[in-house]
T-cell receptor, first 112, second 115 residues
Framework: DAKTTQPTSMDCAEGRAANLPCNHS???????VYWYRQIHSQGPQYIIH???NNETNEMASLIITEDRKSSTLILPHATLRDTAVYYC?????????????FGSGTRLLVRP | GAVVSQHPSWVICKSGTSVKIECRSL??????MFWYRQFPKQSLMLMAT?????????EQGVEKDKFLINHASLTLSTLTVTSAHPEDSSFYIC???????????FGQGTRLTVV
């Protein structure tokens, strides 16, 4: 059911930007892209979501291509605590009733 | 973000017994609750979705008579694993969302070990 493709793993240096790509080539016009992360043995943490415009919050930025077939999550200054599995998810359904189907995610390792 | 609390954080039970896991939304009314299961080194698998006051909708392949979900109030959902067996050992995670709010928030998970 997962409609996204992500690299299995990535790494970056502490203090540098981490850019995590996601392909969602079959996304429909009204489907949102969500990003969550999961630190080992914890529940997933919401990061950000968007439809077609780029979004930014205190945690990250989300860049969605104009054709919406791919997106990139940017952690501007990665810290060791950002080491986690990052999931890019295409939401299935409406605001009032939807499902989040998780794919395999990207394991990000932030190096000291 | 909003807070979802699960209890217990971990539980060990004997094969054949039932285990109940609670999921509470502490600072919002969760009109919809989701239950996931996660095996080691795997992603989260959606088990079921429940709306307050309604029967849960189970994903294909999930036995509704084995995994009983109750969502009787806007702040509490429970998952009962009935007649648990070792293969039910897993990390169970709940998530809640409120009405038209677009974010869903997750609990910290419950690690179930069946011996």
């Amino acid at each position: 059911d997962a409609k996204t493709t992500q690299p299995t793993s990535m790494d970056c240096a502490e203090g540098r930007a981490a850019n995590l790509p996601c392909n969602h080539s079959t996304i429909s016009g009204n489907e949102y892209v969500y990003w969550y992360r999961q630190i080992h043995s914890q529940g997933p943490q919401y990061i950000i979501h968007g439809l077609k415009n780029n979004e930014t919050n205190e945690m990250a930025s989300l860049i969605i291509t104009e054709d919406r077939k791919s997106s990139t999550l940017i952690l501007p200054h990665a810290t060791l605590r950002d080491t986690a599995v990052y999931y890019c998810i295409v939401r299935v359904g409406l605001d009032s009733s939807y499902k989040l189907i998780f794919g395999s995610g990207t394991r990000l390792l932030v190096r000291p | 973000g909003a807070v979802v609390s699960q209890h217990p954080s971990w539980v060990i039970c004997k094969s054949g017994t039932s285990v109940k896991i609670e999921c509470r939304s502490l600072d919002f009314q969760a009109t919809t609750m989701f239950w996931y299961r996660q095996f080691p080194k795997q992603s989260l698998m959606l088990m079921a979705t429940s709306n307050e006051g309604s029967k849960a909708t189970y994903e294909q392949g999930v036995e509704k008579d084995k995994f009983l979900i109750n969502h009787a109030s806007l702040t509490l959902s429970t998952l009962t694993v009935t007649s648990a067996h070792p293969e039910d050992s897993s990390f169970y995670i709940c998530s809640g969302k409120q009405g038209w709010v677009t974010e869903a928030f997750f609990g910290q998970g419950t690690r179930l070990t069946v011996v």
